[in-house]
């Protein structure tokens, strides 16, 4: 850890963790959704939007802390970089619940909800880490971890886009459906985003 002579800016650390404690209520509400009948979905979509809007407010804050503070705990490009990329992942998911309400889905198909159960594990090991980011300990394991998910992720998404092209679904349904797996996995790879920017924070200050 470099030592610094100047003091840092510390209220960030907060936000960030508060914006990662956002991001498993959404990832809640991604798993809400998988047991949801289609009359109860657009609630859970009304508190996804709220979610995300929660998430949009604390980007901005983040964004606002960074503009006025003289003195920065780590690179402003960095903290610019994480608190996009957490936004970010509050957009997919989002997006995904928005989408099976919009296009009335009456059954996802089978894999999606290994694909949420990824991103659920990947949301609580980012709100895990985001306290450390004060001490920049414990971190190395998360960052493993999470790309360990997301290349999960992407080999349960490779089976999924076998399956909706295997013929059992018509060519709409195919298009309405792909586009959902696809914005899931947009999120898995935004969640490797934040564990990347993580890993070059924590080299940059060792």
Known sequence: MR??????????????????????????????LLGADSSARAEIAER???????????????FHQLNSSFITPFDREDI??????????????EEAVDLVVLY??????????????????????????????RTMTNLTEYWIEVNRLENQADQIHR????????GKYDAIEVLKLKQIVDVLEEAADAFEHVANTVETIAVKES
């Open 3 to 32: 030592f610094r002579l100047t003091p840092r800016e510390t209220s960030f650390y907060d936000m960030f963790a508060a914006s990662a404690d956002n991001i498993v209520t959404g990832s809640k509400l991604l798993m809400e």
């Open 48 to 62: 996804m939007r709220a979610a995300e809007h929660a998430g949009d407010d604390a980007t901005h804050a983040i």
């Open 80 to 93: 610019y970089s994480l608190a996009s990329s957490l936004d970010d992942i509050m957009d997919f998911m």
């Open 104 to 133: 009335q889905i009456e059954e996802l198909p089978k894999g999606v909800e290994q694909q949420i159960e990824v991103l659920a594990r990947a949301a609580e090991l980012t709100a895990e880490a985001m306290p450390n980011l």
């Open 159 to 166: 089976k999924l886009l076998a399956h909706l092209f295997n």
